[in-house]
């Protein structure tokens, strides 16, 4: 599975970005696509995830409410919408790829579940 994210940049604080995640290299309709960030001296962080199958979604207490994630499976593309932007989200976003399913919760947790992982694009919020 190869996943490649797109549309990092610099945004001022308040404003809002989407990311975007194009998996390929498999055939399954049952898998899930996370996104993670980590900022510098920082711990890896989940952000957001969604099952492919029913589009069961979970955010991270630190975006709900600002963050939407969205999933278009005839283009087997995540995306990620951010808004109300501050200088904490800044970070390297990375999408990653779970053949688990069940319990969003749980999975955004385990980054060891998923499989593969694109190679990150950076978001810079200025104050």
């Known amino acids: 599975v190869q996943l490649v994210e797109s549309g990092g940049g610099l945004v001022q604080a308040g404003g809002s970005l989407t990311l975007s995640c194009v998996a390929s290299?498999?055939?399954?309709?049952?898998?899930?696509i996370g996104w993670f960030r980590q900022a510098p001296g920082k711990e890896r962080e989940g952000v957001s995830v969604?099952?492919?199958?029913?589009?069961?979604?979970y955010y991270a207490d630190s975006v709900k409410g600002r963050f939407s994630i969205s999933s278009d499976n005839a283009k087997a593309t995540v995306y990620l919408q951010m808004s109300s932007l501050n200088t904490m989200d800044t970070a390297v976003y990375y999408c990653a790829f779970s053949w688990r399913t069940s319990n969003m919760e749980l999975l955004l947790t385990r980054p060891d579940l998923f499989a593969s992982w694109g190679q990150g694009t950076q978001v810079t919020v200025s104050s």
């Open positions: 969604i099952s492919n199958m029913d589009a069961t979604s």
């Open positions: 290299g498999f055939t399954s309709d049952d898998y899930a």
